[in-house]
């Protein structure tokens, strides 16, 4: 199989392979239950601090509405213990700039977020970047800062 997808021949002669020691776990819930309803909150499936590496949140705007308050306490309750990361975000299904340039902002006041991913959708345009060109503008203006220059990410730290 490898061969196929020209990669290299794997040279072990282990029957299974040891882990690399390379892959961060992330610990990635909404932050808040949905429903939203007692048992069913991020504390009650957080697996302990031993068992994550980065802990994330996802944030969307829809109808012009995003939980901003329910993210930042979902923040400010992980982020002492962990490095953090938006996984997702992104405006649904509408050309969102002003929701982009509030999401940096966001960001930009939370100095322990390490990752930012747009969530550029699996198809359609409900939130494809090449078809909000004023959404594009921001990203791509906010996206020039230095904060967002980086390399690469380890399991403790930015490589940047």
């Not at 997808?5 to 002669?13: Q, Y």
């Not at 429903?35 to 504390?43: C, E, F, K, T």
């Not at 938006?86 to 509408?94: K, L, R």
């Not at 340039?101 to 699996?122: C, D, S």
Request: with cysteine; proline share 6%; hydrophobic share 40%.
């Amino acid at each position: 199989r490898l061969k196929r997808n020209g990669m290299p021949a794997l040279r072990t002669s282990a029957e299974s392979l040891p882990s690399s020691g390379k892959v961060a776990l992330v610990w990635n819930p909404q932050a808040e239950g949905s429903p939203n309803v007692r048992g069913n909150q991020p504390a009650d499936y957080y697996p302990g601090k031993a068992y994550v590496d980065y802990v994330a949140t996802d944030i969307y705007e829809q109808g012009g509405k995003a939980a901003w308050a329910q993210n930042t306490a979902f923040y400010a309750k992980y982020a002492k213990a962990h490095p953090f990361m938006v996984a997702e975000f992104a405006p649904w299904g509408y050309d969102g700039a002003s929701f982009v340039n509030r999401m940096f902002a966001w960001v930009a006041a939370r100095p322990r977020i390490m990752g930012l991913l747009y969530f550029n959708g699996t198809g359609g345009e409900t939130f494809r970047l090449a078809t909000k060109p004023n959404t594009q503008r921001a990203y791509r203006a906010a996206a020039r800062g230095a904060r967002y220059r980086c390399a690469g990410l380890s399991a403790t730290s930015a490589t940047c």
